[in-house]
C-alpha cells in the first residue's frame, strides 16, 4: 500500500519561506512521477509543480506560471521523499497543498493522472 504524508505548512507572513516535504512509503519511490497541488475552497485542485521520473530521458521539473521562479520542487530517492521549496510567498498562495505520486514516466499536471495522493497541509500566508 502507497502512502503519502505532507508536512511543513503553517503561517508565514507575505514574502516569507516555506518548505513542505512528502514522505512516500510503499512502492518504488524512485519510479514514480511527482507532483504538488493546492486547492482553495470552491475551487478545484490545482498543479503546482510536476517532476517526472524517466529512466532514460533528462526531464525537467515543470511549474504553474504563477509560481515560476519562486518555488522548487525536487526529490530524494534515498529518502523517499518530495519537497516543495516555496520563496516569496504571497498571501494569494494560500490554500492546501496536497502531494501526489504517479507511476511512470512523463509530465503529469492533471488530478487524474496520478495514482497516490497526500491528505494535504494547510499553508496560510498573512499579509
Known amino acids: 500500500q502507497v502512502q503519502l504524508v505532507e508536512s511543513g505548512g503553517g503561517l508565514v507572513q507575505a514574502g516569507g519561506s516555506l518548505t513542505l516535504s512528502c514522505a512516500v512509503s510503499?512502492?518504488?519511490?524512485?519510479?514514480?512521477?511527482l507532483g504538488w497541488f493546492r486547492q482553495t475552497p470552491g475551487k478545484e485542485r490545482e498543479i503546482v509543480a510536476t517532476?517526472?521520473?524517466?529512466?532514460?530521458?533528462?526531464?525537467?521539473?515543470d511549474y504553474a506560471d504563477f509560481v515560476k521562479g519562486r518555488f522548487t520542487i525536487s526529490r530524494d530517492n534515498a529518502k523517499n521523499t518530495v519537497f516543495l521549496q516555496m520563496n516569496s510567498l504571497m498571501p494569494e498562495d494560500t490554500a492546501v497543498y496536497y502531494c501526489?505520486?504517479?507511476?511512470?514516466?512523463?509530465?503529469?499536471?492533471?488530478?487524474?493522472?496520478?495514482?497516490?495522493w497526500g491528505q494535504g497541509t494547510q499553508v496560510t500566508v498573512s499579509s
Open positions: 510503499g512502492g518504488t519511490f524512485s519510479r514514480y512521477s
Open positions: 517532476l517526472p521520473y524517466s529512466e532514460h530521458v533528462d526531464y525537467f521539473a
Open positions: 501526489a505520486a504517479a507511476r511512470g514516466s512523463g509530465w503529469r499536471r492533471y488530478t487524474d493522472e496520478y495514482d497516490y
